[in-house]
Each structure stands twice: as structure tokens, then as C-alpha cells.
Nanobody, 128 residues
Framework: QVQLVESGGGLVQPGGSLSLSCAAS????????IGWFRQAPGKEREGVSC????????YYADSVKGRFTISRDNAKNTVYLQLNSLKPEDTAVYYC?????????????????????WGQGTQVTVSS
């Protein structure tokens, strides 16, 4: 059974950092593309970052480029999203998701419809 569990969210002051984790079970994480998404209150869910399986290609939304970093620890079957220089507008529920269709591909996407398994989300609140 495919399962994704996010953790690491919390309350942080502007300019602070958080490290989010997405632990996978039921599949080998580095065989498939993983995406990170977020949804703020009253807004649609948006793609933040993704990492491909075969060669670790990454994508970042313009709003987080230079501040967020996605990485993967294959031994732990976990993907991370490092959030630095956080802003109040980064406040949202953050989700990880996997595309189980493209095996060992250089592809990843910021489109949520491309992903078929999702975690339950972790809340990130940036406030002073």
C-alpha cells in the first residue's frame, strides 16, 4: 500500500527555516517523481517543487526559487523540502505527492493532476 507521511511543519518567524520530510512506504521512492505542493487558506493548491527519479532533476516555483531546496535520501525512502528565509505568504498546508506512472524518468511536474498518491499534509505558519 502506497503511503506518504509529511512532517516537520510548525510555527516560525519571518526569516526563519523549517525542514519538511515526506516519508514513503509501499514503494521505492527514487523510482518515481515526487512533488511538493502547498495550499493557503482560500487559495488553490500550487506546485512548489518536484524532483525526478532517474537523474534528480528539480523544479521550483518562482515564488520559492533560491529559498527552498528539495532533496532525496534513498536509504531512508524520504524526500525533504528545506524552507529558508520564510515569509508570511509561505503560510500554507504543505503536501507531498508521487506520480506512480513514470518509472525511472527524468520527468517531474508542478501540476497536481500529474500525481496520484498524496500525503495528509503538514501545516507551516510564518508569523511574528
Amino acid at each position: 500500500q502506497v503511503q506518504l507521511v509529511e512532517s516537520g511543519g510548525g510555527l516560525v518567524q519571518p526569516g526563519g527555516s523549517l525542514s519538511l520530510s515526506c516519508a514513503a512506504s509501499g514503494f521505492t521512492l527514487d523510482d518515481y517523481a515526487i512533488g511538493w505542493f502547498r495550499q493557503a487558506p482560500g487559495k488553490e493548491r500550487e506546485g512548489v517543487s518536484c524532483i525526478s527519479s532517474r537523474d534528480g532533476n528539480t523544479y521550483y516555483a518562482d515564488s520559492v526559487k533560491g529559498r527552498f531546496t528539495i532533496s532525496r535520501d534513498n536509504a531512508k525512502n524520504t524526500v525533504y523540502l528545506q524552507l529558508n528565509s520564510l515569509k508570511p505568504e509561505d503560510t500554507a498546508v504543505y503536501y507531498c505527492a508521487v506520480n506512480s506512472l513514470y518509472y525511472r524518468s527524468s520527468w517531474c511536474s508542478s501540476g497536481e493532476r500529474e500525481y496520484d498518491y498524496w500525503g495528509q499534509g503538514t501545516q507551516v505558519t510564518v508569523s511574528s
